[in-house]
């Protein structure tokens, strides 16, 4: 069996992208310190691009179905590399959220259009595991952006920690234009109008609906407890430096996913690890379920659908960097967790009864 490019493209897509989106996250007690900044005054670094994102996600939709699907992959990547060189000289957050507002306008392109690749370039039976490499891909990207701005922050501080960042997504970018093929399979759209028509009509697919509320609420959840965990192993006595099918599947995993969030409530440190741990695993099992689901159930426009589901992940991430600070600053790490599970419960009730009858209709 020969070895697939295509496949380490998608990996490598995947993996800038969340290396660029969630590379703050670390540094956020750190920022607070050094700008004087409380933690839902710091939280809207994370919130500037996940909101960017979600606007922006349905109009990348429809420009790749009409202008394809390289092109645009290849050109976001090296244009995220811009403003993330930019974030070594912003002088306060509120530059460090306008930059990143700007990061996150230009994510869309690489996500998203990657996911409507996979479904147009791999045969039914092959996108499941190729969604997978993406995902893969995704938390390395997620795992990466967490830990190493912060390990460069305390070796160097965490403005070079961004340019070394700016320079690997660059480096990626070559790498993409070499190793990831032109679409063959690519059905071009007849242009904006029907790729907006097209649109409406995914609006009206009880079975996206759906699949785009768990979109929400997984970003949701991701960036809710990966902001406040900061601020909670930050604080005492933790200190710590920046340093089966589908439906029943997804049901228990969200299952599995409540038990992480309640581990997260121990006092040992490394309950709170192993909670992490759990809460990132099913987060990825969710995200690789959702994006094949949506590729499955668009049968036209891919793009367009999977835009849509990128948005309403975006505004979910732009939610859970925010509420939960309602909840933090009203009862604490306690209260921010216990968002964490209502909204997972949420999504339970959503897979448990949508899902189903979309099945029984199909």
Request: proline share 5%.
């Amino acid at each position: 069996m020969t070895f697939d490019l295509r496949r380490l493209a998608i990996a490598i897509n995947g993996f800038c992208t969340f290396l660029n989106l969630y590379s703050p996250q670390a540094l956020l007690p750190e920022l607070s310190r050094e700008f004087g900044a409380t933690a839902a005054q710091i939280s809207t670094i994370m919130t500037a691009s996940t909101l960017a994102v979600a606007l922006t996600a349905p109009v990348t939709g429809a420009i790749a179905d009409v202008f394809g699907r390289k092109r645009l992959i290849t050109a976001a990547l090296f244009a995220v590399s811009i403003p993330t060189v930019m974030l070594v000289f912003a002088p306060d957050v509120q530059s460090i959220a306008a930059w990143r507002f700007v990061q996150g306008l230009f994510l869309p392109p690489i996500f998203a259009v990657t996911i409507a690749y996979i479904g147009d370039e791999w045969p039914p039976s092959e996108v499941a595991g190729v969604a997978g490499v993406y995902v893969t891909g995704s938390s390395i990207g997620g795992f990466a952006g967490r830990m190493v701005p912060g390990a460069l922050a305390d070796l160097m501080g965490w403005r070079y920690a961004f340019l070394i960042l700016a320079a690997m997504t660059l480096m990626a970018a070559v790498a993409i234009l070499f190793m990831l093929p032109r679409e063959t399979k690519f059905v071009r759209s007849e242009g904006f109008a029907a790729s907006g028509a097209q649109m409406l009509r995914h609006l009206r697919n009880p079975r996206l609906i759906a699949t785009y509320a768990v979109g929400f609420g997984t970003l949701f959840n991701f960036i809710a407890t990966f902001t406040y965990v900061s601020f909670h192993l930050a604080a005492p006595p933790y200190n710590f430096s920046s340093t089966l099918r589908r439906r029943k599947f997804v049901l228990g995993v969200i299952a599995v996913w409540i038990g992480g969030a309640l581990l997260l409530l121990a006092p040992q440190v490394a309950v709170i690890v192993a909670g992490l741990f759990v809460c990132a695993t099913c987060g990825m099992l969710c995200q690789t379920v959702s994006t094949g689901y949506i590729t499955m159930i668009a049968k036209d426009g891919r793009s367009s659908a999977v835009g849509l589901y990128v948005t309403c992940f975006y505004v979910g991430g732009s939610v859970g960097a925010f509420l939960p600070g309602l909840t933090w600053a009203a009862a604490g790490w306690p209260g921010a967790v216990a968002m964490l599970i209502v909204m997972q419960t949420i999504m339970a009730c959503i897979v448990g009864f949508a899902w189903s009858r979309g099945s029984a209709r199909a």
